[in-house]
């Protein structure tokens, strides 16, 4: 399985960016993919994620409110749009996934498959 993010970028504190990450390789149908990130001098943590199969939506309490993760099943891509960004956002975004997972993308640390990230930058 292959993850490529694309979308980062710099924005103002307030703005809004959307982030894309389209997937290849999967063999089964009902996977997990989600949103990590790290900044610089923390740990990784897990943003958000979503089953392929149903739609169902996760999100780490630092993303409630604020960011969306959707999919498009047609393109096995999948999307975080984050709105109302803030400097603490800034970081290293990954998408990441797990293949073949039997639903439990709400378990961030199962996820097993990554992509090279993408650099989001929030300045106030």
């Known amino acids: 399985v292959q993850l490529v993010e694309s979308g980062g970028g710099s924005v103002q504190a307030g703005g809004s960016l959307r982030l894309s990450c389209a997937a290849s390789?999967?063999?089964?149908?009902?996977?997990?993919m989600g949103w990590f990130r790290q900044a610089p001098g923390k740990e990784r943590e897990g943003v958000a994620g979503?089953?392929?199969?149903?739609?169902?939506?996760y999100y780490a309490d630092s993303a409630k409110g604020r960011f969306t993760i959707s999919q498009d099943n047609a393109k096995n891509t999948a999307y975080l749009q984050m709105n109302s960004l803030k400097p603490d956002d800034t970081a290293m975004y990954y998408c990441?996934?797990?293949?073949?997972?039997?639903?439990?993308?709400?378990?961030?640390?199962?996820?097993?498959?990554w992509g090279q990230g993408t650099q989001v930058t929030v300045s106030s």
């Open positions: 990441a996934a797990i293949p073949n997972s039997g639903g439990y993308c709400w378990q961030f640390y199962a996820y097993n498959t």
């Open positions: 979503i089953d392929t199969a149903n739609g169902y939506m």
């Open positions: 390789g999967f063999t089964y149908s009902r996977n997990c």
